[in-house]
C-alpha cells in the first residue's frame, strides 16, 4: 500500500487527537483555579511553560497574559486569540474540579477558550516540526476581557497585532450543540458600556420625607424610568438595552437613607448611535431626579463597541470549520447584545469570531455568566481543530 504523504492539516489534526486527554486535565486545572482580571499569574504561567516547552516563541506582558509565536516562513503573520480571566461569582458545579477560589469562576467558559488555544498552538508547532510554516502563527493569551475597559486595549498596546494579517478567535456557546460552531459576517455582538449611578441627599426618618430627600423613591424611580426614556430617545433600531445589575440603599425600615446606588450595563446593536449614548444618559438622569432634590454622580465607561466579522476572513473560518470538522458543523448564527472587546482587535486588522457549541446534544441548556455553567468537554478538541485550521486556511489563503 502506498504512504500518503501528510500535510500540515493532517499533522495539526493527528496532533490534537492525541492531546485530547492532555487538554481536558489542563482545562479542569485552570477550571480549579480561577483568576480575576488582571490577576491571571497562574494561568499564564502554565499556559507559557507548555508552550515555551513545545518550542513556540513566549513573551510575557507585564501584569498577566502572555504572546506565543510559531513558525518562521516569510508568509502572512495570523493571529488567534484566547482571554483568561474568570468571573467573580460562586461556582455551583459538582464536579471534581470545582473552583478552589471563593467568590471566582470559569463561568464564560474562558478556560475552555484558553485550552482550546493552547491545543491549537501545540499541534501548529507540531507542523512547524514537520513541514514548516510558510507563514507565523501569534497566540494571544488576554487578560481582562471580563472589565470596562478590557484588556484587548494593553494587548494592541504592547505591539499584539503588529504585521498581522488577520486575527481569530471562539467564544463558548451554551446554545449550540459540541460540534457547531456559528458563523455570521458583519456584527456578531453588541456595543456594551458600564453605567454606576451614585445618589446622595440628605437622610431622614420616613415619618417624615418632606423633610429630607426620599433617595429611596428616586432611585426607585430613575431605575424604572432611565429605561424605558432612554428607549424614547434613540432609535429603535439601534437596538439599545439598558439593564441594572445591582441596586441598593439602606439598611434598616425607619431610615431615608443619604446614599444609595445602581449599577449596570447599556448595550446597543448600533455603533453610531452608541457614540453619544454616555451624554444622553447623563441628561436623562438628571431630568428623572430633578423633581426630588437628590444629587447624582455618574460614572460610565465606554466599554467595547460591536465584533464586526470582515467577510473574507469570515469564509477562512467557515472552510476550516468544514474542513476539520465537517460541513454539517458550520451553522448560521444572529448578532447578540453580548459585549466582546474582541472588538478592538477587529476593528484595526481583519477577522473574525466564531460561536463554539458546548451543549451536550439532547442535553440541558446552561447560560454564561452564571455558576452552575456545564460545557462539554469535547469542545475542546473541536475549538482547537477550528483555530489551528483557520490558521493555515490564512497563511495560506496569503501566501
Not at 448560521?332 to 472587546?341: A, F, M
Request: with cysteine; hydrophobic share 45%; charged share 20%.
Amino acid at each position: 500500500m502506498r504512504d500518503v504523504p501528510s500535510t500540515p492539516l493532517s499533522t495539526v489534526l493527528a496532533a490534537i487527537d492525541g492531546l485530547s486527554g492532555e487538554l481536558i486535565e489542563l482545562r479542569r486545572d485552570i477550571h480549579a483555579h480561577p483568576e480575576l482580571a488582571w490577576h491571571e499569574e497562574r494561568t499564564t504561567a502554565l499556559v507559557a511553560k507548555r508552550l515555551a516547552d513545545a518550542g513556540a516563541d513566549v513573551r510575557l506582558l507585564p501584569r498577566s497574559g502572555l504572546l506565543a509565536e510559531i513558525g518562521s516562513g516569510d508568509g502572512p503573520v495570523v493571529g488567534l486569540r484566547a482571554d483568561l480571566d474568570g468571573l467573580p461569582v460562586d461556582d455551583l458545579g459538582t464536579e471534581p474540579w470545582v473552583s478552589t477560589v471563593p467568590g471566582a469562576a470559569h463561568a464564560c467558559g474562558h478556560d475552555v477558550h484558553t485550552t482550546a488555544l493552547v491545543g491549537a498552538g501545540l499541534a501548529l508547532a507540531e507542523a512547524e516540526r514537520a513541514h514548516g510554516l510558510p507563514g507565523r502563527v501569534r497566540l494571544l493569551f488576554q487578560p481582562a476581557e471580563e472589565i470596562m475597559p478590557g484588556g484587548a486595549l494593553e494587548l494592541i498596546a504592547a505591539g499584539a497585532l503588529d504585521g498581522l494579517s488577520s486575527v481569530f478567535c471562539l467564544h463558548c456557546d451554551p446554545t449550540l450543540d459540541v460540534g457547531q460552531v456559528g458563523l455570521r459576517v458583519g456584527p456578531l455582538t453588541g456595543a456594551a458600556d458600564a453605567l454606576r449611578v451614585r445618589l446622595l441627599g440628605d437622610g431622614g426618618h420616613t415619618s417624615r420625607p418632606h423633610l429630607t430627600q426620599d433617595l429611596t423613591y428616586a432611585l426607585g424611580k430613575l431605575v424604572t424610568e432611565l429605561p424605558a426614556a432612554l428607549s424614547r430617545r434613540l432609535d429603535p433600531r439601534a437596538g439599545a438595552s439598558l439593564v441594572w445589575g445591582m441596586v441598593r440603599a439602606g439598611s434598616a425600615t425607619n431610615v431615608i437613607p443619604a446614599v444609595g446606588e445602581a449599577a449596570g450595563t447599556v448595550r446597543m446593536l448600533d455603533p453610531v448611535a452608541w457614540v453619544d449614548a454616555g451624554d444622553l444618559v447623563q441628561e436623562l438622569i438628571d431630568q428623572i431626579l430633578a423633581p426630588y432634590g437628590v444629587r447624582n454622580e455618574v460614572t460610565y465607561v465606554r466599554g467595547v463597541p460591536p465584533v464586526v466579522n470582515e467577510g473574507h476572513a469570515t469564509h477562512l473560518m467557515a472552510r476550516a470549520v468544514e474542513t476539520a470538522i465537517g460541513e454539517e458543523a458550520h451553522v448560521p448564527t444572529v448578532q447578540s447584545l453580548g459585549g466582546e472587546d474582541f472588538a478592538w482587535f477587529v476593528e484595526s486588522v481583519p477577522g473574525a469570531m466564531g460561536r463554539l457549541g458546548t451543549r451536550t446534544p439532547g442535553g440541558h441548556t446552561y447560560d454564561l455568566h452564571q455558576g452552575d455553567l456545564v460545557v462539554d468537554e469535547r469542545a475542546i478538541s473541536v475549538g482547537a481543530r477550528v483555530l489551528a485550521g483557520v490558521a493555515l486556511e490564512a497563511i495560506s489563503a496569503g501566501s
